[in-house]
């Protein structure tokens, strides 16, 4: 089975915070994805990866970074966080195009 | 005007109940995914179809390329099933295009 597996479950973090959320696969796959999910706008892409120090930016990137040093790990790096970025963060892995993507348990996030 | 819209948008029924839920799109596409999401829980991947039907238990995909929709069928319904099934778009890159999910809730 594929596991995806995100660094917290829940995370409390202040307005202006380095926030730093990680996720790991072992299934070997090339592309890592970073989404935000929030209720009534379903679920954003905010980056994905299609290989290792490979990036590009999703749909609403804006305050956010990325760093794929390994294969294996995906970190979505919020610089200054933000209220407006408190949310449910999912991370997925992935093979091929069109690929069917392995979800992470996700993490929310609350930034007060 | 959203490239992929489900529908309903909520759904409660009772156990044992046939279930549909309809995902409509716009746009050209390589795959189409449905995906599973119970409360506070991650998202599972139930089906990735391109055509036709495919069936797992007592759910059902199909999928009708021409008219641009797809449906997810559950049969004999059952208060687990409860979740946000959510619609997704596979193009010929990596990207998926989402729906905004259906909540479904399933009474016993």
């Known amino acids: 089975d594929v596991k995806v597996t995100q660094s917290s479950r829940y995370l409390v973090k202040r307005t202006g915070e380095k926030v730093f959320l990680e996720c790991v696969q072992d299934m070997d796959h090339e592309n890592m994805f970073w989404y935000r999910q929030d209720p009534g706008l379903g679920l954003r892409l905010i980056y994905f990866s299609y290989d290792v120090k490979m990036k590009e930016k999703g749909d609403i990137p804006e305050g956010y970074s990325v760093s794929r040093e390994k294969k294996e790990r995906f970190s979505l790096i919020l610089e200054s966080a933000s209220t407006n970025q408190t949310s449910m963060y999912l991370c997925?892995?992935?093979?091929?195009?069109?690929?069917?993507?392995?979800f992470g348990p996700g993490t929310r996030l609350t930034v007060t | 005007k959203n490239e992929v819209e489900q529908s309903p948008q909520n759904l409660t029924a009772q156990e044992g109940e046939f279930i549909t839920i309809n995902c409509s799109y716009s746009v050209g596409i390589s795959a189409l995914h449905w995906l599973q999401q119970h409360p506070g829980g991650g998202i599972v991947s139930l089906f990735m179809?391109?055509?036709g039907k495919k069936k797992h238990g007592r759910l059902i995909a199909t999928i009708n390329i021409q008219e641009k929709h797809s449906s997810l069928h559950i049969t004999a319904s059952h208060p687990r099933d409860s979740a946000v099934y959510i619609c997704?778009?596979?193009?010929?890159?990596?990207?998926?295009?989402f729906g905004k999910g259906t909540l479904l809730t399933v009474n016993p």
């Open positions: 179809l391109s055509s």
């Open positions: 997925a892995s992935g093979q091929g195009a069109p690929n069917e993507q392995y």
């Open positions: 997704a778009l596979g193009g010929s890159n990596y990207k998926l295009t």
